[in-house]
């Protein structure tokens, strides 16, 4: 699986983006999915999962309520609308994939496939 994220940009606090992970390939729909980010110096930070039917989700306490993630397997896509956009949401965020396992993975070393980043920029 090859993934593309986008949809990053820059957005004054309390305001909203919605970020995108295009796949390729035909196996999208067997795997389960995660959004990461990670600020400069820092290890990568769990910010949500959804499983491969997307039945199941997760979320870090800190996005939890705001955050939310979704997929759309005919489209090959995922998604993380993110809304009361804080300055400390401020870095680059990452989507992963993993084959479908039965524990929703919330660990970035569980994750086998990794998008190249897009960057999430909050002013205060």
């Known amino acids: 699986v090859q993934l593309q994220a986008s949809g990053g940009g820059l957005v004054q606090a309390g305001g909203s983006l919605r970020l995108s992970c295009a796949a390729s390939g035909r196996t999208f729909s067997s795997h389960a999915m995660g959004w990461f980010r990670r600020a400069p110096g820092k290890e990568r930070e769990f910010v949500a999962a959804?499983?491969?039917?997307?039945?199941?989700?997760l979320y870090a306490d800190s996005v939890k309520g705001r955050f939310t993630i979704s997929r759309d397997n005919h489209k090959n896509t995922l998604y993380l609308q993110m809304n009361n956009l804080k300055p400390e949401d401020t870095t680059v965020y990452y989507c992963?994939?993993?084959?479908?396992?039965?524990?929703?993975?919330?660990?970035?070393?569980?994750?086998?496939?990794w998008g190249q980043g897009t960057q999430v920029t909050v002013s205060s």
């Open positions: 959804i499983s491969s039917s997307g039945g199941t989700t």
């Open positions: 992963a994939a993993v084959p479908a396992r039965t524990i929703l993975p919330t660990v970035a070393q569980e994750y086998d496939h």
